[in-house]
């Protein structure tokens, strides 16, 4: 089934509870998405449904908002599970479930995130509290099961995000076991990308007569390939770089890199290593790059990332780990330096950009016979290819150091200190003497936030703000490095 082009108008067609609407007004969010309007009708009455949809169309939302209609805040029980395949995703997914339940009837929405390499005492102490929407990675969550630290008797809804890549990442046995241990009388909602033939066993084997709904961007079952045929939002421009010779992938990527309406720009490679040499190239050349890759601990991964949404970054060079689940809103482009090795990573790859109808551009580097092969994916039929002769490059120099226009500062104040994004922006208007259009983006963790200042008033800024008060609270500043 396609997205019905006369789709509901508002939310409020959808005659979701209040508090819900109240959170999506203050979100701005007006039109429903194609898959919002495709998965919250059936979904709202109760059905399961297997929804195809690329990141970035709003089946977050989807789901999360069909999730917090059935939720009861006074009932002490975890009432619903999101399966994820990256702890990445998991964060991202608990903050737009909590915004989408900020007004939710006291005593209030608790949203939990399960990962690996994430501390087992903290999320011990967090599922005490009893949250009442559980976001976890499969092995995890089966740990937990397992120490019967949930317990499940009064779940309502289990969601799999990202099905393809869970089976992708050899967690089929995992999710079999969590199953298994859930009550047989809840709902489930499935969302993939691609819907290939071991994605569809898993909603005959999981779902009970369930809605089948494809959004744009999705793929189209039953089409020309194992996943089927590749609808790309219309609102990407797909071009690809045909070179002499795999020498010359450098100086491209330099090239591109210094072109205005690149922006901000998420480069693929295919190897740690090869990340790391990218980035360490561009750095020597003035690019303010950063790394992101299965390996990095997570504190670096949340830096680099933070980096990159904050503008205190123009790159972030990443492995296929950055390929799915991770969200940096307005991202401007996408270069995949490396030929991924099949169409379905190419789309997801490219579909990191052109989000919820923003425009985007994603760009291919590739040789003669690398081409010949993009040529036959159903995903790439869209890409404009132009030969491509870059010029020379700059050479390296340890005195050209990255400079963007704005820094990012560590702030030791967060959640647990009843610290908010508002009451940061008071302080660094009032003590760092800072206008408000001057103040970028403001993350805020549970004990520490990082905010984005112009670089020529934050040496100012941290002066003024190092020893006071934000809450009550004394406050260091720092830069991010």
Same mark, same amino acid.
Not at 136 to 142: D, I, K, S, V
Not at 145 to 168: C, G, S, T, W, Y
Not at 280 to 297: M, N, T
Not at 438 to 462: H, L
């Given at each position: 089934?396609?997205?019905?082009?006369?789709?509901?108008?508002?939310?409020?067609?959808?005659?979701?509870?209040?508090?819900?609407?109240?959170?999506?007004?203050?979100?701005?969010?007006?039109?429903?998405?194609? !898959? $919002? #309007?495709?998965?919250?009708? %059936? +979904?709202? @009455?109760?059905?399961?449904?297997?929804?195809? /949809?690329?990141? &970035?169309? =709003?089946?977050?939302?989807?789901?999360?908002?069909?999730?917090?209609?059935?939720?009861?805040?006074?009932?002490?029980? !975890? $009432? #619903?599970?999101?399966?994820? %395949? +990256?702890? @990445?995703?998991?964060?991202?997914?608990?903050? /737009?479930?909590? &915004?989408? =339940?900020?007004?939710?009837?006291?005593?209030?929405?608790?949203?939990?995130?399960?990962?690996?390499?994430?501390?087992?005492?903290?999320?011990?102490?967090?599922?005490?509290?009893?949250?009442?929407?559980?976001?976890?990675?499969?092995?995890?969550?089966?740990?937990?099961?397992?120490?019967?630290?949930?317990?499940?008797?009064?779940?309502?809804?289990?969601?799999?995000?990202?099905?393809?890549?869970?089976?992708?990442?050899?967690?089929?046995?995992?999710?079999?076991?969590?199953?298994?241990?859930?009550?047989?009388?809840?709902?489930?909602?499935?969302?993939?990308?691609?819907?290939?033939?071991?994605?569809?066993?898993?909603?005959?084997?999981?779902?009970?007569?369930?809605?089948?709904?494809?959004?744009?961007?999705?793929?189209?079952?039953?089409?020309?390939?194992?996943?089927?045929?590749?609808?790309?939002?219309?609102?990407?421009?797909?071009?690809?770089?045909?070179?002499?010779?795999?020498?010359?992938?450098?100086?491209?990527?330099?090239?591109?890199?210094?072109?205005?309406?690149?922006?901000?720009?998420?480069?693929?490679?295919?190897?740690?290593?090869?990340?790391?040499?990218?980035?360490?190239?561009?750095?020597?050349?003035?690019?303010?790059?950063?790394?992101?890759?299965?390996?990095?601990?997570?504190?670096?991964?949340?830096?680099?990332?933070?980096?990159?949404?904050?503008?205190?970054?123009?790159?972030?060079?990443?492995?296929?780990?950055?390929?799915?689940?991770?969200?940096?809103?307005?991202?401007?482009?996408?270069?995949?330096?490396?030929?991924?090795?099949?169409?379905?990573?190419?789309?997801?790859?490219?579909?990191?950009?052109?989000?919820?109808?923003?425009?985007?551009?994603?760009?291919?580097?590739?040789?003669?016979?690398?081409?010949?092969?993009?040529?036959?994916?159903?995903?790439?039929?869209?890409?404009?290819?132009?030969?491509?002769?870059?010029?020379?490059?700059?050479?390296?120099?340890?005195?050209?150091?990255?400079?963007?226009?704005?820094?990012?500062?560590?702030?030791?104040?967060?959640?647990?200190?009843?610290?908010?994004?508002?009451?940061?922006?008071?302080?660094?208007?009032?003590?760092?003497?800072?206008?408000?259009?001057?103040?970028?983006?403001?993350?805020?963790?549970?004990?520490?936030?990082?905010?984005?200042?112009?670089?020529?008033?934050?040496?100012?800024?941290?002066?003024?703000?190092?020893?006071?008060?934000?809450?009550?609270?004394?406050?260091?500043?720092?830069?991010?490095?």
């Amino acid at each position: 089934m396609q997205a019905d082009s006369a789709a509901p108008a508002t939310f409020s067609d959808f005659n979701l509870p209040a508090p819900l609407l109240q959170a999506l007004e203050e979100l701005n969010f007006t039109q429903p998405t194609p !898959v $919002q #309007a495709l998965v919250l009708p %059936p +979904a709202l @009455e109760g059905q399961d449904v297997a929804g195809q /949809a690329p990141t &970035g169309s =709003g089946k977050t939302a989807a789901y999360g908002l069909a999730i917090l209609a059935q939720i009861d805040p006074k009932a002490k029980a !975890v $009432q #619903a599970i999101i399966i994820v %395949p +990256a702890r @990445e995703l998991a964060l991202q997914v608990r903050e /737009a479930i909590k &915004g989408l =339940g900020k007004y939710m009837d006291a005593p209030g929405l608790r949203v939990a995130a399960l990962y690996g390499g994430h501390a087992m005492r903290d999320e011990v102490q967090t599922l005490q509290q009893t949250p009442h929407v559980v976001v976890a990675t499969p092995g995890r969550l089966l740990d937990h099961l397992e120490k019967r630290n949930i317990i499940p008797n009064q779940l309502k809804v289990m969601v799999l995000d990202e099905a393809d890549k869970l089976l992708e990442l050899k967690f089929q046995q995992e999710m079999a076991t969590i199953v298994s241990r859930l009550p047989r009388r809840r709902q489930t909602l499935l969302f993939s990308a691609t819907m290939p033939d071991k994605v569809m066993a898993l909603v005959r084997e999981y779902l009970t007569r369930p809605r089948l709904l494809t959004a744009e961007g999705g793929l189209v079952p039953g089409a020309a390939g194992e996943g089927g045929a590749a609808v790309m939002p219309s609102s990407l421009t797909l071009r690809g770089h045909v070179l002499n010779a795999v020498e010359q992938k450098p100086a491209a990527l330099y090239h591109l890199l210094q072109q205005p309406e690149t922006g901000q720009t998420l480069i693929f490679a295919n190897t740690r290593d090869k990340v790391q040499e990218l980035a360490q190239f561009l750095r020597g050349r003035g690019v303010a790059a950063e790394v992101l890759h299965g390996k990095l601990p997570q504190p670096e991964r949340d830096k680099a990332l933070m980096k990159l949404r904050n503008n205190s970054a123009q790159a972030l060079v990443a492995t296929d780990v950055a390929a799915r689940g991770l969200d940096v809103p307005a991202l401007d482009t996408v270069i995949q330096y490396d030929l991924p090795h099949d169409a379905e990573t190419f789309q997801h790859r490219a579909g990191r950009t052109a989000r919820a109808g923003l425009a985007g551009t994603a760009h291919l580097l590739a040789t003669p016979p690398e081409q010949t092969r993009v040529q036959g994916w159903p995903a790439a039929q869209s890409v404009q290819w132009a030969r491509l002769t870059p010029p020379n490059l700059p050479s390296a120099s340890a005195d050209r150091p990255a400079r963007p226009e704005t820094v990012t500062l560590h702030i030791t104040a967060g959640k647990k200190h009843k610290v908010s994004a508002h009451d940061l922006v008071g302080a660094i208007i009032n003590v760092g003497g800072l206008g408000r259009d001057d103040i970028g983006r403001i993350e805020v963790f549970d004990f520490y936030s990082y905010v984005a200042v112009p670089r020529k008033q934050a040496q100012d800024v941290k002066e003024r703000l190092n020893g006071a008060k934000v809450k009550g609270v004394k406050v260091r500043v720092t830069d991010v490095e």
